[in-house]
């Protein structure tokens, strides 16, 4: 199994460009996520969703959009890519439970920079 | 308040020496409560959950105090290898199981 994997791993941009980062997960999970992770900030969740064919909005979606249209994987979107946007993005997966969280798979993160 | 609170250290430590580090959330109707570890420019991964009755794993133990809202995480015989950033994570609210809040981290190093 290769758990949950991200592309790309480093991107610069320069501000106003779009770009996509894919998240995919094999180990057949319900819920995906996405955060970014800025110094002294911790994890911030963008977007998540709880099955395929849904999102839902996160902390600090504005400036993102995402899809999820197959289970396993979970595509992230800067249409149009601004400083402030700099950051580690790092995308998860885990089961689903009502009751109480399950434990959360990260991919090894995107390293973007938006000059 | 920020809704998950943890000293951002560093917490410069020798070998073989024990360590703990605390961590305070603010609802009070949080669920779920974990450490994660991440080391330098890698991804968080789960190192523990926490329960109510707290739970040891090897040198590694973990305590909830709900009325004071706190939890904790004690490290025994420090290791080179524990050298990392520590990650408070609570599940903040009843009905969101999938949503987690993380702290901001509590970094570790272990000397000789």
């Known amino acids: 199994n290769a758990g949950v994997t991200q592309t790309p791993k480093f991107r610069v941009l320069k501000t106003g460009q779009s770009m996509t980062l894919l998240c995919a997960q094999d180990m057949n999970h319900e819920y995906m996520y996405w955060y970014r992770q800025d110094p002294g900030m911790g994890l911030r969740l963008i977007h998540y969703s709880v099955g395929e064919g849904t999102t839902a909005k996160g902390e600090v979606p504005d400036g993102y959009n995402v899809s999820r249209l197959k289970k396993q994987n979970f595509l992230l979107g800067l249409e149009s890519a601004a400083p402030s946007q700099t950051s580690v993005y790092f995308c998860?997966?885990?089961?689903?439970?009502?009751?109480?969280?399950?434990?959360?798979?990260f991919g090894p993160g995107t390293r973007l920079t938006v000059t | 308040r920020k809704e998950v609170e943890q000293d951002p250290g560093p917490f410069n430590v020798p070998e073989g020496a024990t360590v703990a580090f605390n961590c305070t959330y603010s609802?009070?109707?949080?669920?779920?409560f974990f450490w994660y570890r991440q080391d330098c420019r890698k991804e968080p991964k789960l190192l523990m959950s926490v329960y109510s009755s707290g739970n040891e794993d090897g040198r590694f133990t973990a305590q909830l105090n709900r009325a004071s809202q706190y939890i904790s995480l004690l490290i025994r015989d420090s290791k080179l290898s524990d050298s990392a950033t520590y990650l408070c994570v609570v599940n903040p609210k009843a009905g969101t199981a999938s949503k987690l809040t993380f702290g901001t981290g509590t970094r570790l190093q272990v000397t000789l």
């Open positions: 609802n009070s109707a949080s669920q779920s």
């Open positions: 998860a997966s885990s089961y689903s439970r009502r009751s109480a969280a399950y434990e959360q798979y």
